[in-house]
Antibody, heavy 119, light 109 residues
Framework: EVQLVETGGGLVQPGGSLRLTCVVSGFTFSNYEMNWVRQAPGKGLEWLSYISGSSTTIYYADSVKGRFTVSRDNARNSLFVQMNSLRAEDTAVYYC????????????WGQGTLVTVSS | QSALTQPASVSGSPGQSITISCTGTSSNVGSYDLVSWYQQHPGKAPKLIIYEVNKRPSGVSNRFSGSKSGDTASLTISGLQAEDEADYHCCSYAGTPYVFGTGTKVTVL
């Protein structure tokens, strides 16, 4: 069974940092591209970042470029996002999502982890 | 990339059909047959229900169908059921690579 589990969310002050982790199981992690997607309270989904299976290709949304860094450890079946210079508008539920492949979309999602940026 | 435009809400009675639009531009929806749709119940993670404009993953009801014309993609739910009440999000490949829609709340009357 494919599973994705995000951890690391919590309350952080504006300007602070947080690192989210997504641990996966049930599939060969290194064979799949992965993404981070977030959802602010009461809002729609926002794609944030993409990383290829070998980490050679990485993309970011303009809203987080220069502040967020995505990485992965295929030996540990883990996906990460380091979030720096956090702002109130970064408050959201953060999901990791497996890429279907071929730019088709996302076939499996984690349950999400809530990040709240507030003083 | 700006978010794709969806109606904020759509409603229908049980058994009816409803259609949700997803309008983009020639840089995303209009250029690629790579539109996907996701169903999200409150407090839950999104679930893929349509990919590549009109394909259904295994296990997804055939009451869900997708189409595209120009810069606008559409999701149709036929034979509306109470369990279809949820938020629906479209997504398109956009070269960067993805952009989501603004989301639509479907209410079953």
């Amino acid at each position: 069974e494919v599973q994705l589990v995000e951890t690391g969310g919590g309350l952080v002050q504006p300007g602070g940092s947080l690192r989210l982790t997504c641990v996966v199981s049930g599939f060969t992690f290194s064979n799949y591209e992965m993404n981070w997607v977030r959802q602010a309270p009461g809002k729609g989904l926002e794609w944030l970042s993409y990383i290829s299976g070998s980490s050679t290709t990485i993309y970011y949304a303009d809203s987080v470029k220069g502040r967020f860094t995505v990485s992965r450890d295929n030996a540990r079946n883990s996906l990460f996002v380091q979030m720096n210079s956090l702002r109130a508008e970064d408050t959201a539920v953060y999901y990791c999502a497996r890429d279907f492949g071929g730019s088709i979309g996302f076939d499996y999602w984690g349950q999400g982890t809530l990040v709240t940026v507030s003083s | 990339q700006s978010a794709l435009t969806q109606p904020a809400s759509v409603s229908g009675s049980p058994g009816q059909s409803i259609t949700i639009s997803c309008t983009g531009t020639s840089s995303n929806v209009g250029s690629y047959d790579l539109v996907s749709w996701y169903q999200q119940h409150p407090g839950k993670a999104p679930k893929l229900i349509i990919y590549e404009v009109n394909k259904r993953p295994s296990g997804v009801s055939n009451r869900f169908s997708g189409s595209k014309s120009g810069d606008t993609a559409s999701l149709t739910i036929s034979g509306l059921q109470a369990e279809d009440e949820a938020d629906y999000h479209c997504c398109s490949y956009a070269g960067t690579p993805y952009v989501f829609g603004t989301g639509t709340k479907v209410t079953v009357l």
